[in-house]
């Protein structure tokens, strides 16, 4: 009973800052990501442009793509080109987000196309997903690299300590099939 009315006191003065402060962010709200806001890249003395789209996404992660524009017309934007060269960046599982990797997407996209895994923050995965061990891991993994199924496909697992060794272990056993 006690802890219904503090919550109800809490709401009440949440609603009133915000109508009050609408631009105050609670500490207790999941805050945004920034966007990647790679629009173009510049090669040489050229300016290339630059799409973003989400190719997958599971509860857990999103695989975002980052496809040169330099020939393609538009209906072969969302399409995989299996024969292109293509790098895999396996982003920190830690709670981080993967934009702090922008810089280094940004000097990847001068040579080939770009897919970076982008992990949801656990705080926000709805307990409906159910868990997510090292085996979940691999398996979400396993099925970017399936999904993105390009031959020459090169792995870059960024480390914030722990989450990367499954990363290229999992390509050099698909490999060996």
């Known amino acids: 009973m006690w802890y219904e009315s503090m919550e109800a ?8 800052c915000e109508w009050w402060m609408p631009d105050y962010r609670w500490p ?20 290339i442009p630059v799409v973003e789209s989400v190719l997958d996404r599971t509860p857990f992660c999103e695989l975002r793509h980052f496809a ?4 393609a017309t538009a209906s072969q ?8 060269a293509s790098i895999f960046v396996c982003a920190p599982l ?15 996209l001068q040579n080939a196309d770009v897919y970076v895994t982008d992990w ?15 085996n979940d891991y691999i398996l979400v993994l396993e099925r970017f690299l399936r999904k993105i199924g390009s031959a020459h496909l090169h792995v870059i ?7 990367c060794p499954p990363s290229p272990r999992r ?6 099939e």
């Open 157 to 163: 697992a960024a480390s914030a300590r722990r989450p």
């Open 94 to 108: 830690a709670g981080h987000h993967a934009v702090m990797l922008r810089e280094m997407v940004e000097t990847l």
């Open 77 to 84: 934007l969302g399409q995989v080109d299996s024969t292109a």
């Open 9 to 16: 006191q809490r709401r009440f003065v949440q609603s009133l």
């Open 28 to 47: 207790d709200r999941p805050c945004e990501p920034p966007p990647f806001g790679i629009s173009s890249i510049r090669s040489g003395e050229r300016s």
């Open 120 to 134: 949801t923050d656990a705080r926000d995965v709805p307990l409906a997903a159910g868990p997510f061990g090292l």
């Open 68 to 71: 040169r524009v330099e020939g």
């Open 171 to 176: 390509p050099c056993l698909r490999a060996r």
